[in-house]
Structure formats: C-alpha cells, structure tokens
C-alpha cells in the first residue's frame, strides 16, 4: 500500500494469490463482539463451521481448525501421523513444495524430494516449476520400496509459486497401482475453494489448507481435514506433538468447542465465507475461477509473454504466473506498478526469483476488477519497455465478453 500518510482514493488492488481480498460481508461478520469461547453461543457456531468446512473439504470426516497459518497445519498434518526418520516421498512443484520438505528435514524425517529432471530451454527455469506433479513417477519410486519404508506421499495440489494445479486422483491412483500402503498427504492451502478438491473421492488421508486464500479470510486459521486411516496412523506415531495433536481437539469439537481459546471473529468470518461458498453452490465457484483464468492467460498471451505452467492440462484457476524476458527484473516491474497503480502482484519465489510475477485472480474478483488488474499489469509492461506491441487488456476484453457468465451463476453470485 500506498504510504499510510498519503490517503490513496479508491481501494489497494490486492491481486496477490493470498491472501485474497476479503468481501466487505465477511470483515462486518468480523467486527462482532468476541464472545465466552465456554459459553452456550460458541458451541452453536463451532458446530456450525465445522460442519460447512467438512462440505468444503468433500469429506465425512473430521476437519481440525486451527489458530495458525498454513505453515502450523503443514506441520501438524506431518507431527500427527508420523515418526522420527520415517521415510517420506515429497514431490518438487515449486517453493511451496520445497517449504514444507524443509520443515520435514527439521522434524527429524527423512524426505525423499522427487521431481521431474532437467531444465526448460526456452528460459532456463527447472522443469520441475513448470509442471505438475508427474505421478507416474511416484508409482515407480513406490514399487521399488517392496520393505515399505516409505510412511507418506507429499504433494502440493495449488502451487501457488508457479500457477499449476496437479491430479490429486491420478497420486492415488499411482499409490494404489503400487499397493503400497503409504499415507497421502496434500497442501491444498491457495486450491480450496477455487480449485475443484475432493477429500474423500481422491481417498487423501490428510488435507492441508488455509483461510487467506479461496476462502477470502484474512490470514490466521488454517484446517487439517483426516481420514479414518490418518487418526488411526495418529495414534501410535511418535513425533512428539502436544498443540497440534488432534485428538483432543476432535473430542472436544463433538459439542462445537476448543481445547484451547480458538480464533473466535475468525470463526464469525469462516461462518459467514461458508454461507456465501455454499449459497452459490461450490461447482459456481470452481466455474468463475476457471473463467478467470483462460482471461488472464489470454491477456499474458497477447503480450508475448510465457506462462510459467508449461502444461495446459494443469493450468492453475487461481493464479497464473508470467515468465519475463531474460535479464529483465521482475520485482522491478511489480515495484513500478506498486508505485504507480496501487496493484500488488505476487513476486517470484525461491528459484524463479526475478523471473517471474503472479497474478492472482481467485475469491472475491469479479470480470471489471480484473480487467482494471490487467490495465495496470499492461501499462507497467509497456512503461517499462517490456511489451510495445499487443493488448492483453483488449484480449480479456474480448473473451469475458464472448464468454457471458451463465446466467445460473449471475444469480448466485
Ligand atoms: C500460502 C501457502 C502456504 C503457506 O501458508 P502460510 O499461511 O503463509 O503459512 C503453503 N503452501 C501453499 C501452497 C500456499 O499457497
């Protein structure tokens, strides 16, 4: 934002992808008075969330709220189910991936860190972040483990670093090829509720995600949704854990209630994110968020520009990131247009550092905010000498308005 003196008109275009911007709807359900955490009114509302996100997640099971960041569920996803040096198969995606390896190293487990070789020829950048997860691999890496060492599969469904969205169905299908018995585990944080996921469907045992992203929440709760398998693997895993051990928190939220004081007004917010998601029925939400997307990769096309997903098969509906020509700076550009338009872009994470910016277009968007994102994206590739020629503005023009919104979902939304 713009310097807090200085009193910029109009709102900050926050078009990172997370956290997302959050409806004027939610921050009001926000604003109530927090509330006895032991007391008869916040039973009625644990209940209530808990059982909205279970529709969310696509599960029957139990989802685990907690007041942390994506990050804390990461690691209570991997403290809960396993033990110190158990083997696990993690698979290279992006930044996102490569995070929570690193907390497996510091836990005490011995991640495997699969990912497909080589580099890309056209820019230099690892394959690895220009694709999906590739499960074949892990089929073959699973069938060679006949001891089964290996304790659980890793993988990230949204990477939100490069903008590629993996088969979560085709992992399961490669660890059941190999009959081998391993715990799946899925950072969905930047997917639900933008992305089509299934807990249930796709037998994951154990989904990680957060609140800042589809779910249009300010940052601060994050959910482990677990299967039958999972809280049986819970009980006889030996990581020590104490804050994020689930069974005491699924006890308690039998009657709507915490352990510990939970995050109350996020809660309210949750409530009220649930009532907006559900009302306009998930199936909608996946619809515009894949709309957006074809309109902004249009518009990246038009300027010239590769798109970081090298896959189309696996083209992210939340964000897509732009690969900028070879020597020139990213951050440059994204700070320029900061400056310029009061419009945050997503900066290159970890090894696409400087080569890359993301647009986020997931949760509370709609086709006009998008495309003044877009105008402010093409005038900064154009002050700045990147682009000269095409229109990417005139690109997602031209598609939303030959590609109407059903009218199902106009009347939702
Ligand atoms: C945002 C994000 C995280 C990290 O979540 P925090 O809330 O920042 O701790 C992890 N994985 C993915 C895929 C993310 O998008």
Redesign the pocket.
Known sequence: MIALDQHPSGRHFLQI??PSPVPDRILRAMSLPTIDHRGPEFGVLGLKVLSGIRQVFRTRHPVVIYPA????A?EAALANVLSPGDAVLMYETGH?AS??QKMALRLGLKPEFLALPGTDALTGLPNSWRHGVQADLIEQRLRADGGHQIKAVCV?H???STGVTSDIAAVRRAIDAAKHPALLLV?????LASADYRHDDWGVDVT?S?S??GLMLP?GI?FNAVSPKAIEASKKATLPKAFWAWDEIIEMNKTGYWPYTPNTNLLYGLSEALDMLLDQGLESVFARHHRWGEAVRGAVRAWGLPIQCADPAVYSPVLTGVITPEGVDADALRKLIHQRFDLSLGTGLGRVKGRMFRIGHLGDCNDLTLMAALSGVEMGLKLSGIVTAGSGVQAAMDFFASHPQSPALQAAA
């Open positions: 992808p997370g960041s994506g990050t804390g990461w996102f995070l929570w990230v949204n990477e939100t950072d969905t944080i930047s997917g990680v957060g800042q992203k940052p994050s």
